[in-house]
């Protein structure tokens, strides 16, 4: 896993352009044995194994781009791709259900039903890549589906989801203000759309925390801000972009509805005209109970109890949710960072995993699988 996980961060391709990252996963799934799709939803991988044992068909999928963020690290497999690194740990999700499909055709004779491996492209942007890989019929047959993701901000060694909400709605928005430029010392003259722009910053903070219930969970971020051209020449044009996090269809409508109006209040107070742009993301990663249930179960069994454990919904975001809107299953978190809390972000220049977690998460996927398979079936012995 170490291996093909080095080979990948030096390698990484982003969302539907995996072309080579396709290729390599089929090639090593073909000379398995196992029954290999290419193509799907452009540069999505299906591979199907039949065990030995009747049983259930299980589908487990890993993600395979990466982000368009320059590798910052100084290590023997950083990206050799300028401007392009896995900062997300896609890499070690590929390469240890890699190591998942290798162990299930070393023990096809033992294993009970139908495993199916999902290597799915384009995580990372909208509309993902999931919608595609269900709509070339990913799941046809499947009766529960699994997804794990390393996650640096838990230390390696532990494991954890949640029943219910998991993982936010990543919505995104642009806004575009449009003033009338002029002199720096003439402002009376102008519409200053920078100004226009710096309040509306402050404004939209406003939506979460006087609009939305306290008691509900939802964020609105300003991460793009660009207006102006010289120091001394007031912006005619300021353009904002950022993401809304939400778990409820209430909240998301709520906040879509209080940002439309705001940007349209505060546009109109600094005479300006104001375009608003609203891009509904990924819905929310929603566990099935049971299933939440069953991970905790299986990975209290294998890590114990201490190390296996509900855990907080987040307001990252998943394309995973669209799987678990079409069967029941489960996603979670196996920790793969420093036990110091220093590791670097997710999506940072300096991002790394502990390598030790994909031997962790390839043991829960093949625990989960394994006892999922074996549902409704008779009683050994």
Partial sequence: MVEWRRHLHRHPELSFKEVQTSSWIAERLEAWGLEVTRGVAGTGVIARLKGGRPGRTIALRADIDALPIQDEKTCEYASTVPGVMHACG????????????????LHREETAGT?????????????????????????????????VHLWSPFPYGIAASRPGPLMASPDEFEIEVAGRGGHAGLPHQAADALVA???????????????VDPLDSAVVTVGQFSAGTARNVIAERCKLGGTVRTFTPEARKLVRERME???????AMHGTEVSFKFYEGYPPVVNDAAEAERFLRVAQSLLGAEDAYLCQPMMAGEDFSYY????????????AGREDGASAPHHHPRFDIDERAMLTAAKLLVAVADDSAEDELPAKG
């Fill in 90 to 105: 896609h890499d070690g999700h590929t390469a240890q259900l890699l190591a998942v499909a290798r162990y299930y055709t």
């Fill in 261 to 267: 109006q705001v940007v349209r209040h505060v546009g």
């Fill in 197 to 211: 722009g710096a309040h509306l910053v402050t404004a939209l903070q406003t939506i979460v925390a006087r609009n």
């Fill in 324 to 335: 678990l809107r079409e069967r029941p299953g489960c996603f979670f978190f196996v920790g």
């Fill in 115 to 147: 495993r199916v491996f999902l290597f799915q492209p384009a995580e990372e942007v909208l509309p993902g890549g999931a919608v595609s890989m269900i709509a070339a019929g990913a799941l046809e047959g499947v009766d529960a589906v699994y997804g």
